[in-house]
């Protein structure tokens, strides 16, 4: 079953039938339900899909930082050749607070996020927790530390670097302090950059140069980027590879330019419908998906997106489960539209 484009080199990095279950006090929800993704080095995948599909937490769990409820199971297995004592292990099998993710958090797999402020401490400057990241991961010496720690500041575009080395946090605007975290997340040379939404709360300006300095630091440095987005603008701009994740599933995979040229999803189709264009008419309204996304609480097995697609086939896709469908050893879909369960009808 192909699920992913194909690639001669072995993953940097595999999530397999990855869930995550929460107990909530009217059910067991079903956050996270049989995810699968491979990552690949140099390479940007893009996770995209509307608010609460479950993105957040599908990336967390790969640095396992999801909060106590979430009772996790697949496999995530981290395949670098410079960590040989991990390599092939699955990372879910690690304690969470123990030494071993520990030494690849932060230093071999970092995360940024829509919010620098959960990065950063309000109480100690920017240029010292820096520091502080380097000497925890690479190299004890203080001064080295400094110097590297300017480097990345000097490198993510931020200019006075002694002066601004010693702010808090409080006294950068918030395109400056995503910068800095990114210098921080960098600073250790990641071989996998996780970017949970990192342009949200940005305006379009500082948005685009945010992602070309990720770009460009991915080219010098040739890490991997799980890049989580709700915007396929930005998908279109970064990605290589695309999965579109719906209610805790992933409803279609493919390269990038085969998702917004031959989307097959009615909510890939959807999410493309509803994004704006260029130089488009902009006193049309957009169309967007009717409906929200719904919590995936005790859901019998059935199409999650049944209740907002207008292709719906009832009695089939809100009687089963939706298996994977191989439009081609590139592209993925999960869909009745395209299986052979669509009685007396044409695919
Ligand atoms: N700690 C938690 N307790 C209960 N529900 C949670 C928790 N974290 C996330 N969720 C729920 O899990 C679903 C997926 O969340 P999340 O991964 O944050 O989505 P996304 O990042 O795609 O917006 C949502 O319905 C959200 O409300
Ligand atoms: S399986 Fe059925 S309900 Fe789900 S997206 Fe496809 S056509 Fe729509
Ligand atoms: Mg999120």
Redesign the pocket.
Same mark, same amino acid.
Request: proline share 7%; with cysteine.
């Given at each position: 079953m192909a699920t992913q484009a194909v690639h001669k080199e072995q993953p940097l990095l595999s999530v397999q039938d990855l869930k995550?279950r929460?107990q *909530?006090e009217n059910g067991v *929800?079903n956050? $996270?339900d049989g995810v699968d993704f491979n990552i690949y080095k140099g390479k940007t995948l893009g996770l995209v !899909? /509307?608010?609460?599909?479950?993105?957040?937490?599908?990336s967390?769990s790969i640095i396992s930082i999801?909060?106590k /409820?979430?009772e996790t199971s697949g496999t995530i297995t981290y395949n670098s050749d410079s960590e040989l004592a991990l390599h092939g292990m699955n990372l879910l099998s690690l304690k969470p607070t123990g030494k071993q993710i520990r030494s690849i958090r932060g230093r071999k797999i970092s995360m940024i996020f829509q919010e620098p402020m959960t990065a950063f401490s309000p109480m100690y400057t920017i240029g010292n927790q820096i520091m502080e990241a380097i000497r925890i991961h690479q190299t004890k010496n203080k001064k080295e530390a400094k110097k590297i720690a300017l480097e990345m500041l000097s490198k993510v575009g931020i200019s006075d670097q002694a002066k601004r080395f010693d702010q808090y946090p409080h006294e950068f605007s918030g395109g400056m302090r995503q910068r800095a975290m990114i210098s921080m997340a960098l600073s250790c040379n990641p071989e996998i950059l996780i970017a949970? /939404?990192p342009t949200t709360a940005l305006d379009v300006t500082i948005q685009a140069q945010v992602l070309e300095l990720m770009k460009s630091l991915q080219a010098e440095f040739g890490m991997a980027i799980l890049l $989580?987005t709700?915007d396929l603008g930005i998908i279109a701009e970064m990605c290589d590879e695309v999965a579109v *994740?719906y209610l !805790?599933r992933i409803v279609e995979q493919a390269p990038m330019r085969e998702i917004f040229n031959n989307p097959k999803h009615p909510y890939t189709k959807g999410l493309l419908k509803s994004m704006p264009r260029l130089g488009g008419n902009k006193s049309k309204r957009l169309d967007s998906i009717e409906g929200s $996304?719904p919590?995936?609480i005790n859901m019998p097995p059935m199409c999650g997106f049944y209740d907002r697609c207008k292709d719906r086939i009832e009695g089939v896709c809100n009687q089963q489960a939706v298996p994977k469908t191989a439009i081609s050893d590139q592209h993925m879909v999960r869909c009745f539209l395209y299986t052979d369960q669509r009685e007396g009808e044409a695919q």
């Open positions: 995550i929460i *909530m *929800m956050a $996270v !899909g /509307e608010s609460g599909c479950g993105k957040s937490l599908t967390r999801n909060p /409820e979430c949970d /939404e $989580v709700h *994740m !805790g $996304v919590m995936p």
